[in-house]
């Protein structure tokens, strides 16, 4: 019985000794949190004026025009899309003005179906919301 309490005495006395561990424990300060906030609104800025540009380009308008797609549909669409959504099609919209670069004066068919393929996305998924 007295090594039971004995045992006990310890337990407790080393219970209360130890530090608390406080439940809201910090990792990030609030200007870290801000900062990162602001960098990934910067970013899904960036991406919505990446597909707002694409899409007001002559030769995008020329390509949509000819298979009967609804350019301000699809410039609404750029503007309710949330931001995984708008990464996707952003990194397409890049690859897509990569390929147009360098002052070419015409399309190749590979282009053609980038550009077609993201207005039917940015279409598709406006009709799917």
Known sequence: MRSTCAVLVVVFSSLIAAPRVSAQVHVADQRALDAAVRQHVSAVDQDR?????????????????????????????????????????????????????????????????????LLVLILLIVLLR
């Open 49 to 117: 004026e990446t597909v707002r540009l694409f899409l007001q380009r002559g030769d995008v308008k020329a390509i949509a025009g000819k298979y009967g797609i609804d350019m301000r549909r699809a410039e609404t669409a750029v503007a309710t899309m949330d931001a995984t959504e708008l990464a996707s099609v952003a990194a397409q919209t890049r690859q897509a003005n990569q390929a147009l670069a360098g002052g070419a004066s015409t399309v190749t068919i590979s282009t053609t179906t980038i550009i077609i393929g």
